[in-house]
């Protein structure tokens, strides 16, 4: 079975919508159901599931988890040959998505252009069908969500929907942790973050995290397909984006601000990033 994802721009983050724990006695079969409408989170406690949707099949067992998608065709394949637990969880999202095959590794700042539009977005990756990891902790996890919804709904709804998104992370696929190389990455992009208007270039770098510059590069374009001076120029540039539309400061004085030592290297490089020039985009998002 090919591996795939289903990625969503966000914000906005898919929500909680309703579900529950179920029990099919050895014998008993998940029913067939036709564009239900709603994405469909399975997470098997014990026993095995057998499960279609169009022309893909599981058997899905405990510890595993499968994202059935709002408007397939979902059946049974064959009836439980033991008792089966599992939970349901229905989710809902506005945002745009799409599922991919698998590519090794999806990172964390991967972005699919055609999720994205104007901001820079995030993308969340939901494995479709995947073994949990930390399985124990995404059952407790799933328990406090459903106890939620029994509290009453001015409470309830601010506490789901936070379990939820514990969920997704649970879920999400995320190998940062684990590659070495990828943590550094993610560090530089912390330090350049809270230090982008600072001068910064390759040495700096390299001597701040006691690194060669060439590894530091191979770290940064692994992670984020980008140098980490490709990088400090785009997040400046989104700094620059913020300040023309929350502040009357001169373009002198936000290039400045977010970094640059010339005004006109910034409106060059503003308009090249987001098709207008700094004064333009600040008459633009001014218009009523």
Known sequence: MEKSYLSFSAPPLP???EGNSTTFHKGQQHPARRK?????IILIRKGTLCIGEEASQW??????????????????????????????????????WTEQPACDPILPAQTISSLHYHTEHATIH??????????????????RLLQSTTQPSSFAFWETQQLFMQVL????????????SL????????????????????????????VHENYLARCMKQAFSCTPLAYLAAYRLHQARLLLITTDWSLQQIAGEVGFTRQGY??????????????????DMSKA
């Open 183 to 210: 943590r550094l990455a993610e560090q530089v992009e912390m330090y350049l973050k809270q230090h982008y208007n600072q001068h910064i270039t390759n040495a700096t770098l390299a001597q701040h995290f006691h």
């Open 126 to 143: 939901l494995p479709k069908y995947q073994q949990i990891p930390h399985r124990n902790a995404l059952f407790k996890t799933v328990e």
């Open 266 to 283: 910034f409106s060059k490089s503003f308009k090249a990033k987001y098709g207008l020039s700094p004064s333009q985009y600040r008459q």
């Open 36 to 40: 239900l409408g709603l994405f469909d």
């Open 59 to 96: 058997d899905i067992s405990a510890g595993d988890a499968l994202i059935l998608e709002p408007n397939k065709y979902h059946y049974p394949t064959a009836r439980c040959a033991s008792d089966t637990t599992f939970y349901w969880l229905h989710m809902q999202s506005s945002s745009r």
């Open 169 to 180: 992370q649970h879920l999400s696929y995320n190998p940062m942790p684990q590659h070495t």
């Open 15 to 17: 929500y909680f919508v």
